[in-house]
């Protein structure tokens, strides 16, 4: 009682009333402050809201978003886009015998090309996608099935990756590097595009594999280790392919060291897992042509030579 | 009978040791000693929590109860689990470590405070008596032990529990205030263990030998039962009387020395110290179901690592409370300046309880009134004396005190006591020399100083004078005027006058004291007894004597020797001045010339030789030094007689003080009282020492006290009772003559007329004992007093085997005002829909009277009165007044006019058999119907019974307010407990959650601050679920694109700082300090509260229209961005943020519109606006428009009222004449 008592006077600065010792000087008075805060007089704003109000409110909202609506649409209108299916689920699809008889066990590749035919030009630059439907890309367990530290040039982590990785973390008694589901899983079909010529002839269109990729993780995230050791293949020595790869990470890109291993730009878009199952990730960039007069792709046909990889019917 | 309670003791002394303490001195050497005291705990406490190493487990431990922590730290849990795991397991713990740490830090900062004022404590010092230094030596109070023996001074604070052994006082007296304990600053008078053997100036401890034993440590405060033996196996009983409780304060008496028989934590006053209790709102009680609906609605959702259970909920809310318990101790309306108090929250976690009570359990003295005692007037022996300028006095004073911004001035006349001693004088021709007052004005006025009471100087000095009956008073100094012959009838009268005032002046426990020396009692003073005076009286009251007072001089054995002794040498005196203080010993009048004149400061020196011998007066030194000090004080004051100190009457209940004061307008004044003798002063005797040989003190349960004494006149030994009315009146003897039965039936019916002015009437008798009669009780009492076992059982036993043929002396009617704004403050708590219950000890008229005053019974109410005496009439009269209820209500669908309501009155007796289980639905049924309740004559457990009934039958939240010990269970039991900071000590604030100094303040701590601390908890509650499921959709929304893998498409961090960071700190601010309404409009509307009560601002459907609209707004959160970026090659991440960072907005931006309106309310409020929308348009108005749609508001809701009232009626029950005493059972009548 005693104590609780000290305590309660030391808390609420509550004096026992003056009785006996210490004068009324002495005490402090317990009359609250009059100011505005303490005596909940704050200067406040109180709407009240009524059909009356809120409608019109709403409505100004809604005029002032109709420009940028407008604005947003009609720029959307401008992009052209053109999409070809290549899966070759249809009996008359070009690459309907690759989709059938592709195995994991076959070394070479299947190879099938999808004509077509623009019949607009496609002015300034052209963005190539591949797209994915149904490819849980976002499942949580796919997800975390990699190593960023191992990505990230981490020595020790590529010696032993992340238990994260597991079931794709070793093989054959060596760490799969990059280890995990999704590099496992990385989009291997190689696409390219073919101008045919009104003569007949094919001519190859130029596309650019670099600048695909985000900036911060081209030059941040991902990173080969052994800093700018050229010598890839001897860096990653010790480490295996990832099981569904035709080819090891040092091999991804050989013609230029700043595309190769790690940093190679398709691995690292396909890295960045899409947010929902049907998705589509940039492939190439088409540059348009430096005298400006030319369209990109002028109007014509074209053909797509797709060599065919990977299993997308189960995806 | 004897037998079996000495068979008992016999039984008690085998298990000696299991169930009692024995207590050695610690000095002295024996072996028993060490293996004692290693048994019993030490004077170190302890009152923290925690130590270093049991913190964290026992901090752990008591976090864990709180459902949603097990919940969290469960799920925590499950992410270290690499299955199921979420998040990396390390992020998902942070939240609920964040949360818990936050209350861990809060517990410990706590805990070390108590710390640190444990340490104050335990390095207190006080003296010990050390055996090897044989002196006393400072020591730690953490050092002290049971056994020790400790010195102490005056002022100082008791370290432990101890039997005093020692005073410095001559009667072996000392005075303690127990204001560290329960609050109450009176003293309480404390005695040094009987027939020690060494009773003298210097207590040797090297003498004291003898051991104690006494029961184990309980934490009941007024009970202490042991025994001391003396080495000669004399055994000396124990009891509370002698026990000096740890924390109080020695006041008044030099030096004590007592011995330690609890000490630490074993002391009453750390037995006593439970601790806050915790109470749970009515709301987080809600709360916590709809908890469970989320875990219900998780597992419906089915994924894991949700947020959905709003993880800072408590701890905001919890943070919210305290903020608004700042806001409402905080408050300038709260505040009484008089007191220096505001309000006090001692719970913490029911703020929002105060928005929704239904029911209001209030006590009535003290909490509706003043208790403020003012003695009115006063019947004796049958005859009834008005005090009709006492009343005049009254008024005035009321009229004044009302003028006044604080109540509390007190009143006190000199003119008008000299006035009176005028004219008493002058009745008093024998002795009385005139000159002494011809210098004195004559005047009436009584307000010629209103003296400001001192806040807490103490707690129940009732100065305010009497006016004096003229009638009584001449009677009563016809007593001391031998001229009268009077007629056997009328001696009898006068001899009833004497004995009543002997009463008043006696029959309390009033401490005296001055107040130039506060807390100091007046030490005895001089006995000076005008010879003649005495002698004509003694004559003169022989004379009058009836055949059984017999009187001789030579039985007058009380008169002490040295007070014959002292007549002589005094030889005659002039003089008698009732209210003399003995610090300016009795004015000097010896000789009649120089009477105002002579100065103050030459005082009686020649007495006090002659005193010498005197047996008051033992220790001299004592009383020279006491007197040298008043001369020296008085010399510092003024030399006018005027200046003369009175009298301070401390009394343990107001009342005793207004009787005291009463009696000394009558020249019967209380001088001082000691515990063998009491000294008083009668007109024409001067100070007279009265023997006093047992008190029995009030108990609530006798509802009586006594005295027993020996009378100073006639030496018989006499009974003094005084008590509630009913309860003497009962144990009053039929008398055998007619006078006493006419006395009788007079004193009823001026009882009657009393209660019905509403009055608090005390009864006073007397019993003149035979010496064998009192001999044969005295051994029975004795052998009570001294047992161990039963002795409250016995005590009460032997009480209530004096108190009976009592012969009734008379009535005393004493006036309880009302405290300022009560009425206003019950009208506007009705009509805020709360039901109104006063529960009270007083009789009915008197409650029903208070009823009436404080407009809770309205003039043309309906009262039905249940008073029975049997469980059957009980219940048939229940049944009677149903079938009354209905037939008034149809007579009252006739009549078009007024309104008409029932009041229930119950008187204690009735409601035992209404409590019981068969009765209570029938009474409940009834108490349904009545708009308010009273119950009178109620003891603190129907108290707390009535509350709990009601609480747990109807269902409903409960306010019980009141000020005194009697209302602590009831302030317990309530949901809410209101304590009244007032006259009658700290007992109820203990125990209250909330502590006001005055009723009216209840009125904004209800309307306004509970109305607003009840919305902003709701409505933050309710956005706190709203978010929580807001945000946790949209990652539920998410997983029907991620093969419900659990997957988010948000950084695992953003999810978790949602809440904690995020989000925490809009909805803290709002529910501390948003307003829908504004304290002015809910003062002026209480029908505002109403929504409280219903718990609109939360009502189930709420809830789920929140979670709907919660669904609703994730939906659109959610599926736009989804439609916008279906397809794209957008990343998780990428695709997270803007859903996330639109969520936020939104969620916000929900916030700032809450401060009222949640989307669906908007066609609420268009189309029918609720009153609270209504009332927050008015006061857009200007202040003119305000007014005027006030008036309106309140017609309108007049007209409301009165066509919704099916059953309106008008009665006869005519107001204006609170004339109820008929209506009793008869009420039926009143319907006709």
């Keep these: 009682m005693m104590a609780s008592s000290y305590n309660a006077k030391d808390e609420d600065g509550h004096h026992p009333g003056s009785v006996g010792s210490g004068g009324p000087g002495a005490v402090k008075s317990k009359k609250p402050d009059n100011t505005a805060f303490k005596q909940q007089r704050l200067p406040a704003w109180q709407p009240i809201l009524t059909a009356g109000t809120v409608l019109p409110a709403f409505f100004m909202i809604g005029l002032i978003f109709i420009p940028i609506g407008i604005g947003l649409l009609v720029t959307s209108n401008n992009i052209k886009e053109f999409e070809i299916d290549y899966t070759g689920v249809d009996m008359f699809s070009p690459c309907f015998n690759c989709s059938q008889n592709y195995s994991w066990n076959s070394t070479s590749a299947c190879t099938c090309s999808v004509p077509f035919t623009l019949d607009q030009p496609f002015e300034s630059n052209v ?23 191992q990505l990230n040039g981490d020595k020790s982590s590529l010696l032993n990756p992340s238990k994260e990785c597991e079931p794709y973390r070793t093989s054959d008694k060596k760490p799969i590097a990059p280890c995990g589901a999704i590099a496992n899983s990385l989009f291997n079909d190689t696409l390219e595009l073919f101008y045919i010529q009104p003569n007949g002839s094919r001519i190859a269109i130029d596309m650019v594999k670099t600048g695909i990729a985000w900036w911060t993780d081209k030059h941040v995230k991902f990173r080969n280790p052994g800093g700018n050791n050229n010598n890839l293949s001897h860096v990653f020595r010790e480490t295996s392919k990832p ?27 396909w890295m960045r897992t899409a947010a929902l199952p049907t998705f589509r990730k940039l492939y190439r960039i088409i540059q348009k042509k430096k005298d400006n007069m030319t369209p990109t792709l002028p109007p014509g046909n074209y053909s797509l030579e797709v060599i065919y990889s990977i299993l997308e019917k189960s995806a | 009978m004897i037998q079996q309670l000495e068979s008992d003791q016999g039984g008690m002394a085998k298990d000696l040791t299991k169930n009692r303490r024995v207590v050695m001195p610690s000095w002295t050497e024996h072996e028993e000693i060490k293996e004692l005291q290693q048994s019993y705990s030490r004077n170190k406490v302890r009152t923290t929590k925690y130590t270093f190493l049991s913190f964290l487990p026992k901090n752990l431990f008591e976090q864990l109860h709180r459902f949603a922590n097990v919940y969290f730290v469960f799920l925590g849990a499950l992410n270290f689990v690499p299955i199921v795991n979420a998040f990396q397991p390390e992020i998902s713990v942070i939240p609920i470590i964040f949360v818990m740490a936050i209350t861990a830090v809060k517990d410990l900062w706590e805990d070390q405070r108590r710390r640190k004022s444990d340490q104050k404590i335990n390095n207190c010092s006080c003296e010990v008596y050390d055996r090897k230094q044989k002196q006393y030596v400072e020591r730690r109070w953490a050092e002290v032990c049971v056994g020790d023996l400790v010195r102490l001074c005056c002022n100082e604070i008791i370290p432990a529990d101890m039997v005093l052994l020692h005073s410095s006082d001559s009667n072996g007296v000392c005075h303690i205030e127990t204001a560290n304990l329960d609050g109450e600053t009176n003293l309480k008078q404390r005695q040094v263990v009987r027939d020690l053997p060494q009773q003298g100036p210097e207590f040797v401890p090297e003498n004291y030998s003898s051991r104690i034993e006494c029961e184990n440590p309980n934490n009941d405060l007024r009970r202490f039962r042991g025994f001391m033996e003396h080495p000669g196996k004399v055994r000396v009983g124990l009891h509370s009387e002698n026990l000096l409780l740890r924390s109080c304060t020695v006041r008044n008496t030099e030096t004590v020395i007592g011995i330690v028989v609890y000490a630490g934590h074993e002391t009453k006053a750390m037995q006593n110290n439970s601790g806050p209790r915790y109470k749970r709102s009515k709301l987080e009680r809600r709360l916590n179901v709809d908890v469970l609906w989320c875990v219900v609605l998780l597992l419906v959702m089915c994924f894991i690592a949700a947020v959905l259970i709003p993880i800072s909920l408590y701890v905001s809310i919890e943070i919210v409370k305290l903020g608004q318990i700042y806001f409402i101790q905080n408050d300038l309306d709260l505040y009484n300046p008089v007191l220096d108090t505001g309000v006090q929250c001692r719970a913490l976690n029911i703020t929002e309880d105060l928005g929704q009570i239904q029911h209001l359990f209030s006590d009535k003295t003290g909490t509706l009134t003043e208790n403020r005692m003012l003695f009115r007037r006063c019947t004796v022996a049958g005859t009834e004396y008005p005090h009709k300028e006492n009343a005049i006095s009254l008024e005035q004073y009321e009229e004044q005190g009302c003028g006044d911004a604080d109540h509390s001035l007190t009143l006190r006349s000199r003119a008008s006591r000299k006035s009176l001693s005028c004219k008493s004088l002058s009745c008093n021709r024998s002795s009385v020399s005139l000159n002494t007052l011809t210098a004195e004005s004559d005047t009436h006025s009584v307000h010629d100083t209103l003296r400001r009471h001192t806040p807490g100087a103490f707690s129940s000095t009732m100065e305010c004078a009497v006016v004096p009956d003229p009638d009584l008073q001449v009677k009563l100094n016809a007593l001391s005027s031998p001229m009268r012959s009077a007629l056997r009838q009328e001696a009898a009268e006068i001899s009833h006058i004497l004995d009543f005032f002997i009463a008043l002046t006696v029959c309390n426990t009033v401490v005296v004291s001055s107040p130039t020396q506060p807390r100091h009692m007046v030490q005895m003073p001089v006995v000076r007894t005008p010879l003649r005076s005495l002698e004509e009286m003694k004559a003169m009251f022989q004379k009058l004597s009836l055949p059984r007072f017999p009187l001789s001089l030579n039985q007058n054995t009380d008169t002490p020797p040295s007070l014959t002794k002292k007549l002589f040498t005094r030889g005659r005196s002039a003089s008698y001045f ?111 020492s009265i023997p006093l040989l047992h008190v029995l003190p009030f108990s609530s349960a006798r509802k009586r006290m006594s005295v027993v004494v020996r009378h100073p006149l006639s030496g018989e030994v006499v009974v003094y009772t005084k008590g509630a009315d009913n309860v003497i009146m009962e144990l009053a003897e039929a008398a055998e003559d007619g006078f006493s039965r006419e006395i009788m039936e007079q004193t009823q019916k001026h009882l009657d007329q009393y209660a019905r002015e509403g009055l608090r009437t005390l009864c006073v008798a007397k019993k003149v004992l035979e010496e064998q009669e009192y001999k044969a009780w005295l051994k029975r009492h004795e052998y009570a007093e001294t047992s161990i076992e039963n002795r409250e059982e016995l005590l009460l036993e032997s009480a209530e085997r004096l108190e009976k043929n009592l012969t009734l002396l008379g009535a005393t009617g004493i006036v ?32 029903i009277n208070i009823a009436f005053a404080c407009k809770l019974l309205r003039p043309t109410d309906h009262i039905l009165m249940a008073n029975c005496d049997s469980k059957e009439a009980c219940e048939a009269r229940f049944h009677e007044l149903e079938h009354e209820i209905t037939q008034v209500t149809k007579k009252g669908m006739k009549s078009e006019d007024g309104s008409f309501d029932c009041v229930l009155v119950i008187d204690g007796r009735t409601l035992d058999y209404a409590l019981e289980k068969e009765l209570q639905g029938s009474f409940l049924n009834l108490t349904c119907c009545c708009r308010s309740v009273i119950c009178c004559r109620s003891t603190p457990l129907q108290k707390s019974q009535v509350v709990r009934l009601v609480r747990d039958k109807l269902k409903v939240m409960t306010l019980a307010i009141g000020d005194g010990a009697n209302d602590v269970s009831m302030i317990q039991v309530a949901d809410v407990g209101v304590g009244i900071s007032g006259q009658e000590g700290m007992q109820a604030v203990m125990s209250s959650d909330f502590a006001i100094s005055r009723f009216k303040f209840l009125r904004k701590l209800i309307l306004v601050h509970g109305h607003w601390c009840y919305a902003r908890l709701a409505n933050m509650i309710l956005y706190f679920f709203y978010k929580n499921v807001m945000y946790v959709n949209l990652l539920f929304w998410y997983q029907f694109f991620c093969g419900f893998s659990g997957h988010t498409m948000t950084n695992s961090w953003v999810l978790i700082f949602f809440n904690l960071l995020f989000t925490s700190i809009p909805p803290i601010i709002y529910g501390v300090l948003d307003k829908d309404v504004s304290g002015e409009t809910l003062l002026d509307l209480p029908d505002l509260y109403k929504s409280g009560q219903k718990s609109q601002a939360y009502l189930p459907s709420t809830f789920w229209v929140n979670i709907v609209d919660a669904f609703y707004q994730s939906l659109v959160c959610f599926f736009i961005p989804y439609f916008a970026y279906a397809g794209s090659d957008i990343g998780v991440f990428s695709f997270g943020s803007p859903i996330n960072s639109s969520a936020l907005l939104i969620i916000l931006l929900h916030q700032l519109v809450l401060c009222h309106v949640i989307l669906f309310r908007v066609f609420c409020n268009t189309i029918c606006p609720s009153d609270l929308v209504r009332a927050q348009k008015m006061e857009r108005l200007s202040a003119q428009d305000y007014y005027m749609s006030l008036q309106q508001w309140k017609e309108n809701k007049a007209a409301q009222r009165l066509s919704s009232r099916h059953i309106p009626q008008n009665l006869s029950v005519n107001a204006d004449v609170p004339y109820l005493t008929d209506c009793n059972a008869e009420a039926g009548a009143v319907l006709s």
Aim: net charge negative; proline share 9%; aromatic share 8%.
């Design chain 2, 816 to 847: 309880d005002r009302l405290q300022e704004e009560v009425p206003e403050t019950i009208e506007a708590l009705q009509e805020a829909g709360i039901k109104v219950w006063v529960l009270t000890g007083d009789k009915q008229e008197t409650a």
């Design chain 1, 243 to 269: 099981v569904n790869w035709r080819k090891p990470v040092y091999e991804l890109d050989p013609s230029d060291p700043d595309n190769n291993g790690f940093i190679n730009e398709d691995f690292i878009v």
């Design chain 1, 127 to 149: 963005f190539m996608y591949y797209g994915l439907s149904n490819f849980y890309q976002n499942h949580r367990r796919y997800v975390k099935s990699r190593d960023d530290s």
């Design chain 2, 578 to 688: 009732p209210n003399s203080s003995p610090q300016t010993p009795i004015t000097n009048l010896q000789s009649p010339t120089t009477p105002s004149g002579t100065p103050s400061n030459t005082p009686s020196t020649p007495v006090t030789p002659a005193l010498s011998s005197g047996t008051w007066t033992e220790d001299m030194d004592d009383i020279q030094k006491a007197k040298d000090n008043s001369v020296r004080e008085s010399d510092s004051e003024s030399d006018d007689e005027d200046e003369e100190e009175e009298l301070l009457y401390e009394a343990e209940s107001p009342d005793e003080a207004a009787l005291v004061q009463a009696a000394k307008a009558y020249g019967c004044t209380l001088l001082g009282r000691s515990p063998e003798q009491v000294l008083v002063a009668f007109p024409g005797t001067g100070p007279l």
